[in-house]
């Protein structure tokens, strides 16, 4: 490797880090609007303090399925979304952001004779339809979500997004009524108690820091503070400046309401000090999106590593090496952030084991890249950094992936031990398996026989599975131990618990298997992906069961894509084992 | 030849093949009990699949049940010798040292699991705000209860398990004059009010003659519960105190005089009588701000132990249960607007053995790992020498 070819390597890898600073930068103004600042107001919303933003963004994913659309030619964010629905929803309305991809539903909402497949609505689009939508919904609430069929689950989810959407629009205003200012000044006329009352019931989020001497979680909803100053207490500090916010953002007025926002965040920071700053770094996180901008980076890293197979490789290897190091490190500061922000060990919940599970095989995958220096540690790594990373994408549009812990999950000691290893050994399982469909692959394609890089390959994946069984034993045990100090018995036989079991018989089998001299290479390397069947089954497929004491809900959708990825490793496996005359030695030059 | 057969016993037991197949096994059964767990509740596919030795299947159509698949207790005892034979096979020497380590450490905590399996038992304790219960309670396991009530401040409880009455016939209680004849036995059975010009009941006392009972089959899920019943004839001195429905699905006492005794009938969850006494002094259910999402469960209960003078108060909470008297005490669950706090009781004399063979296996594996780091150094250091 020249020099030029060394410097330019690493430059691509920087240049990748610059790209990604540049997503954590604060965007423009919106129409003149401080959106930005807006979405920088923290809230109370599922028993924590958020920004705004954070809100918005989780919303428009549950409603959307994205973070922003495109509406009259112009992509719109989540903070001008959420400013426009929560102050201009007449304006909201209008914006198409309801898809709907199933048919019967569509045809629900109208008869007029849609085209298949999917379609956007507007809120003003489904209105008519409503009282429909929720009358079907609620037959279909009561069944078990197994048990649904199509339309039932497609009319349940979009009653939620709907729902969801409905809280919002009435959260700081009702919609429809002159605005907050007006409902300021009617304190305490006729029919202001019961608006009140709609208020409080529909509040999505808490607004309002708590005052001073009251209880530190005490926020309220604006509900709550006009009901509370109708009965001769006083106005809440932060009520006026909300209310000329909205005012302002009504009549266009761009300079109004960045003064008001100024205001607001004044009585924010005298009434709860700290919120302002603690929401602030959320959104740059949020705005930063760290795993979306690793995942894009990690598959420029596989496409330049590809590319290195058939043209300048010598450029290309470092090259993709120095990418997979950027991406490494985005993900690690994004993996950082949200231990920090949470205040919690990193793995909490399915999407963060996914981010885990990427970022532990890219790290295990960066080590065995330094260990042989053949590409086939940068290939592996970047693939499974990115599937988990997709992975991840996918489960997070459910909603906060910051949520609290309930009760008995609530032990920052057992979620850093047992949590953390047992997904490290996840982790390890699934590269242990990519570096064996990279050897199946490779047998396949490469023209010449190197004997020397199947043997590394073999001593790769034999050192991961090892590191895997060491991983995926201790942290089962220490599952067992929390079980006991919990639940009180150490084994139960609960799907997750027989999941993780798996995974460790599995390990033990192929070791001794090896140990014994009953499987060589290829053997070891087919055993290896069928690891990844198990460890995918272990860990998505008993969500699916919907027993015990592990189960966080069923995922309809979830379950195709796992058939559909053990499909893919069965036939990856008939690769792995493919007939005799495949693995001859070839003769050269006639490739 | 003895000595031949022996070898191949020997042989037989320390082979890897056997190691990988039982694994295999293993694996299938973890597989099939976990489907099962969707139909059969947890309890059962355990019992079905881990804690038996042999899974057996009942097929429409043939009037016995088929042995289907080794069960987890065969396999685990297997692997178990296979495991022992395999340690004693190790080298005894240090660079096997934690290898051996890390099997022995298995091998105990296969027998945890083989303890908890045979000797653990399951019961729970319910107590309201101010309540004081010196109780445990099991989950599906009945007794039918009788409770001599005469004195206002204390009640002699004598109690029949509901395996006794399965065998029927007579049982004489001791400590009592009575003598219960059991007419019949219902494993579980639904009740419900006699409807006019139905047979008519076999009870001849009490509530059993309005209510008709109607026999079910057993179930076995985990939010589902047998309601086992009978009809019971109290004879005491040769006088007959009539034919009485009992069953865990009635609610309302019921009683009869002998002899100035007042005696109560009640079929309930079999209890086991506890030499002290927990009194319920606060239930906390905390939820995070804004939300109804659980962060906290706690009960505090004071402990009055006479036998041991002993009276204190303790916090059971979420991941922090209470070790007392060999008995453990978890918050589990709770009920009726906050003020009932369910705790579940689990007696298990193994408890520690998981523990022991956690540090065994670590500590086992973390000398293999120094072992095969320093020779892979030296390896290469001779490399570099050579």
Known sequence: ?591 | MIKTIASRVWAFFRSFQLTIVLLALLMCLVVLCTLAQVEMGTQGAVNAYMRSFVVWHQFSGLPFPLPMFPGGALVGLLLTLNLIAKTLDIKLSWGKAGMWLVHFGLVVLFAGEFVAGMMQVDTNMSIEVGQTVNFVQSYKNTELALIDVTDPTWDEVYSVPDTLLARGGSIAVPGTPITLKVKRYFPNAELSNRAEGTPPSMATAGIGPSVSVVEQPLVSADNEMNQASAFVEPVAAGHSYGVWLVSVGLGAPQSFIHEGHNYVLSMRLRRQYLPYAFTLKQFRHDVYPGTDIPKNFSSLVQITNPSRHESREALIYMNQPLRYEGKTFYQASFGKNDTLSVLSVVENPGWLLPYVSCVLVAIGLLAHFAIVLRRSLKRRQDKKEG
């Open chain 1, 1 to 591: 490797m020249t020099f030029v070819q060394k410097y330019l390597a690493w430059g691509a890898g920087v240049l990748a880090l610059l790209i990604a600073l540049v997503f954590a930068l604060p965007g423009g103004k919106v129409r003149g609007f401080d959106a930005s600042g807006f979405g920088n107001l923290p809230i109370l919303e599922g028993g924590r303090i958020k920004p705004l933003d954070s809100l918005a963004r989780n919303s428009l994913l549950v409603i959307h399925g994205s973070q922003g659309f495109r509406h009259e030619g112009r992509s719109i964010g989540p903070d001008e979304w959420i400013l426009d629905l929560l102050f201009r929803p007449q304006v909201a309305d209008t914006q198409r952001i309801f898809i709907i991809n199933d048919t019967e539903v569509q045809s629900l909402i109208d008869d007029k004779g849609k085209k298949l497949g999917r379609d956007n609505y507007s809120f003003a689009d489904l209105g008519p339809r409503l009282e429909e939508i929720q009358k079907q919904a609620s037959t279909a609430q009561p069944i078990a979500p197994q048990k649904r069929t199509r339309f039932q689950s497609a009319i349940v989810n979009l009653f939620d997004r709907v729902y969801l959407y409905y809280k919002l629009r009435n959260t700081l205003q009702l919609a429809g009524s002159p605005g907050l200012g007006w409902e300021i000044q009617s304190l305490g006329t006729a029919d202001a108690n019961l608006r009140h009352q709609d208020l409080i019931q529909l509040a999505q989020f808490r607004i309002l820091p708590p005052l001073a001497g009251e209880n530190p979680d005490a926020w309220q909803s604006v509900g709550q503070a006009l009901s509370a100053a109708s009965k001769g207490g006083p106005l809440h500090p932060a009520l006026p400046p909300l209310a000329r916010l909205n005012a302002a953002y009504v009549t266009d007025d761009a300079a109004g309401f960045n003064a008001a926002l100024a205001e607001m965040d004044g009585v924010v920071s005298t009434l709860k000090p700290g919120a302002l700053a603690k929401a602030s770094r959320e959104l740059v996180f949020n705005r930063a999106q760290p795993f979306y901008v690793g995942l894009s980076i990690y598959f420029m890293a596989f496409l330049a590593l590809c590319i290195s197979w058939l043209w300048k490789p010598d450029l290309l290897r470092p090259t993709a090496y120095a990418l997979l190091c950027a991406g490494a490190i985005v993900h690690t500061l994004g993996l950082a952030a949200r231990i920090i922000l949470q205040g919690r060990p990193p793995v909490t919940n399915l999407y963060s084991s996914a981010v885990f599970v990427g970022w532990g095989a890219v790290i295990l995958g960066l080590i065995v890249e330094r260990m042989y220096r053949k590409g086939f540690g940068t290939a592996v790594a970047a693939a499974a950094g990115f599937a988990s990373l997709i992975v991840a994408q996918n489960l997070g549009t459910e909603g906060d992936t910051m949520e609290m812990m309930r009760a008995v999950l609530d032990s920052n000691f057992w979620l850093a031990t047992h949590v953390v290893t047992i997904t490290i050994g996840y982790a390890g399982t699934f590269l242990a398996g990519a570096i064996a469909i990279a050897y199946a692959l490779r047998k396949h394609l490469a023209t010449q026989v190197d004997v020397e890089t199947d043997r590394a390959l073999a001593d790769m994946a034999y050192g991961i599975i090892c590191f895997s069984l060491f991983f995926s034993f201790v942290g089962t045990v220490l599952g067992g131990i929390w079980a006991d100090q919990s639940w009180g018995r150490f084994w139960g036989w609960d799907p997750k618990e027989n999941g993780a079991l798996l995974i460790v018989l599995w390990n033990a089998i192929i070791l001794h298997a090896r140990m014994a001299g009953y499987v060589r290479e290829r053997g070891i390397m087919m055993m290896a992906i069928f690891g990844n069947i198990i460890t995918a089954c272990s860990w998505f497929g008993v969500n699916m069961l919907g027993v015990g004491l592990h189960s966080y809900g069923f995922m309809d959708q979830a379950f195709y894509a796992l058939t559909a990825f053990i499909a893919s490793q069965l036939v990856l496996m008939g690769i792995c084992y493919a007939p005799a005359r495949f693995w001859v030695e070839k003769p050269h030059g006639k490739a």
